[in-house]
């Protein structure tokens, strides 16, 4: 059989895409493993209490301070359920806001504004909006289901001297505010240190840096800081937790609607 130029270029050509493929679905395969670990391993905590301040800075570098509270709840076979409670400043001071997370159909949020007196939904098209004037999106919110995403592995990579996972995830919810997130999970734990957030014009947005872990009950890990950065508006949220306690003692009828006109 006599092989000329124009069909040895289409072999070769072939051999590329076919690699090309079985690669792609060899790194969603990865990607997919690598998350499914990551959940794994913080299975089990029950519920959790923790005290926090958000600090909010705007472009100019102008200030201001947040004191908060917030209990979680791990739900078996659902997303998990947070309740957010505003202590200070004044102007704030009475506001909540109660999430359930789910996940294969949209979150449930409601946010109680004392000074209207009235619970008010926030609907799955708004989810992209600003949390309380911060840099966190409602979405951002929600607890970490792997149904919520697509995975892909991309690559190991050091950050700042730590072995990482770097894997893309993209949002299968059509009403999320982003395109993709890149994530850095430490080899190690298997825990985020990085999230780059891009917009729906693929854009980057915002990067989200976990810092100060701490281990409780000798299994899980929680970053007691996490600082956002919007690059589009030069704002940025840093959260700090102040002190956090497991297992103590929260139930489901702990995060019902009605109970956000009376929390204290």
């Known amino acids: 059989m006599k092989i000329t ?6 072999l070769v050509a072939l051999a590329c895409l076919l690699s090309f493929s079985t690669q792609g679905v060899a790194n969603e395969e990865r990607g997919l493993e690598i998350a499914k670990e990551r959940k794994a391993r913080d299975k089990g905590w029950g519920d959790s209490i923790a005290t926090m301040e958000m ?3 705007n472009a100019q570098g102008e200030s201001s301070t947040r004191e908060m509270r917030l209990k979680s709840l791990e739900v078996a076979n659902d997303g998990d359920k947070g309740l957010t ?3 200070q400043p004044r102007d704030v001071k009475g506001t909540a806001f109660l999430n359930h997370s789910h996940s294969t159909s949209p979150d449930d949020q409601w946010l109680y504004l004392p000074a209207l007196k009235r619970v008010k939904r926030i609907s799955s098209r708004n989810k992209s909006g600003p949390f309380m004037g911060s840099e966190f999106a409602y979405e951002d919110l929600s607890s970490f289901e792997l149904e919520k995403y697509t995975f892909n ?3 190991d990579e050091a950050l700042d001297g730590t072995a990482t996972f770097v894997i893309e995830q993209t949002p299968t919810d059509k009403n999320s505010g982003y395109t993709k997130q ?4 430490d080899q190690q734990f298997y825990r985020p240190l990085k999230i780059e957030f891009y917009d729906r014009k693929s854009a980057l947005l915002k990067t989200l840096e976990f810092d100060d872990y701490k281990q409780y009950l000798d299994k899980y890990w929680r ?3 996490m600082e956002i950065v919007n690059h589009q ?3 940025s949220t840093l959260l700090t937790t102040r002190l956090l306690e497991f297992q103590t003692g929260l139930e489901d009828q702990d995060f019902e609607k009605n109970i ?3 929390v204290k």
């Open 85 to 87: 409670i505003f202590d």
């Open 55 to 57: 600090l909010l800075k």
């Open 182 to 185: 890149l994530v850095w999970l």
């Open 260 to 262: 956000l006109k009376r």
């Open 5 to 10: 130029l124009k069909s040895l270029f289409n």
């Open 223 to 225: 970053a007691h800081s």
């Open 153 to 155: 592995y991309l690559r």
């Open 233 to 235: 508006t030069g704002k």
